[in-house]
């Protein structure tokens, strides 16, 4: 099992989200203390950033870090499409 973090910005994106979307991205993070890759969802490592990968709900995407070593995932920023990555870069 993993231990999930989130970091500032995540937690304050994800107050903003409405009810649905922020249950869906809950149950998502929930998936994640079992297993860094969940196979229900659509989740992708990215190619810039090394153990971090994307993982895709609606319109809106989770960036996280894995420490495989801890087993810890760190949850980076939560946001939607075209924001997500900008963000990710700052």
């Not at 998502?28 to 992708?44: G, M, Q, S």
């Not at 190619?47 to 070593?69: A, C, M, P, Q, W």
């Not at 995932?73 to 870069?89: E, N, W």
């Amino acid at each position: 099992m993993y231990k999930v973090f989130l970091s500032n910005r995540a937690e304050k994106n994800l107050k903003l989200l409405d009810k649905k979307t922020k249950a869906d991205i809950r149950g998502a993070i929930d998936n994640l203390i079992y297993t860094y890759f969940p196979k229900k969802y659509d989740i992708r490592k990215l190619k810039s950033l090394e153990h971090t990968y994307r993982l895709k709900i609606g319109n809106e995407r989770i960036i996280y870090n894995v420490d495989f070593k801890k087993k810890q995932i760190f949850i980076l920023s939560i946001a939607k499409r075209d924001k997500v990555y900008k963000k990710l870069g700052s």
